[in-house]
C-alpha cells in the first residue's frame, strides 16, 4: 500500500514563496505519475502539475511560469517550488500517484498541506 505524506504548507505574504515535498512509501511503482492537486472549500479539487520518472512534465495554465514541478526518484519524494505566490492560490495542496490513459488518474491521495496566502 503506497502512502504519501505532504509537507510545508504555511502561512506566506503575497509575492512569496513555498516548497512543498511529498514523499512516497510502500510499494509505489516506477512507472508512477506524480501529481500536485488544490482544494478550496466547496470547490472540486483541481489539478495543478503532473511529472513522469522521466521528467516529463505538465502544468495548469494559471501556475506556469510560477510553480516547478520536481522528483527525486531515489527517494520517492516529489517537490513543489512556488513562487509569485498569489492569494487565490490559498487552497489544500494534495499529493497523488497515478498514471495516464487518456488522461490522467490519480489512485492515491495524501492527507494534504495547507497553503494560505495573505495580501
Known amino acids: 500500500q503506497v502512502q504519501l505524506v505532504e509537507s510545508g504548507g504555511g502561512l506566506v505574504q503575497a509575492g512569496g514563496s513555498l516548497r512543498l515535498s511529498c514523499v512516497a512509501s510502500?510499494?509505489?511503482?516506477?512507472?508512477?505519475?506524480m501529481a500536485w492537486y488544490r482544494q478550496v472549500p466547496e470547490k472540486a479539487r483541481e489539478f495543478v502539475a503532473t511529472i513522469t520518472r522521466d521528467d516529463s512534465i505538465d502544468y495548469a495554465d494559471f501556475v506556469k511560469g510560477r510553480f516547478t514541478i520536481t522528483r527525486v526518484n531515489a527517494n520517492n519524494t516529489v517537490y513543489l517550488q512556488m513562487t509569485s505566490l498569489k492569494p487565490e492560490d490559498t487552497a489544500v495542496y494534495y499529493c497523488a500517484a497515478g498514471y495516464f490513459s487518456d488522461k490522467y488518474y490519480p489512485v492515491r491521495w495524501g492527507q494534504g498541506t495547507q497553503v494560505t496566502v495573505s495580501t
Open positions: 510502500g510499494s509505489l511503482s516506477s512507472s508512477a505519475v
